[in-house]
């Protein structure tokens, strides 16, 4: 029921072009996922039972958290605004916090 409420807070503020709040796993596409030939950061949600990834907009939100996923994933909480460009799901991103695990 979370979930799909979630999916349901995506799907309306991406439509409507506001901010929107995405918890994932956090990696490199280049060190960590092996995609392409550049660093960029990619974020991994679960919505309504389904993996979508994120790809987050370079600016100085990414730039401070990008060195440390070259070498781990991290749990991230990211804020921003998401547009679909060449049918992925791009995200620029206003906040970016790292997840600390609970003890």
């Known amino acids: 029921m979370m979930g799909a409420l979630m999916l349901g807070l995506t799907t309306l ?10 918890t994932g796993d956090g990696a490199c596409t280049k060190c960590q996922l092996k995609e392409g030939k ?8 679960v919505e309504d039972g389904k993996k979508v990834t994120y790809y987050l907009r370079d600016n100085a939100q990414t730039k401070e958290i990008c060195k ?3 070498t781990e994933h991290k749990q991230l909480r990211v804020t921003g605004t998401v547009q679909s460009v060449d049918g992925r799901f791009e995200l620029t991103p206003t906040k970016i916090e790292v997840i600390k695990p609970s003890l």
């Open 13 to 22: 503020a991406f439509a409507s072009g506001g901010p929107v709040t995405v």
């Open 68 to 70: 440390q996923l070259c």
């Open 38 to 45: 550049t660093c960029e950061v990619a974020l991994t949600a």
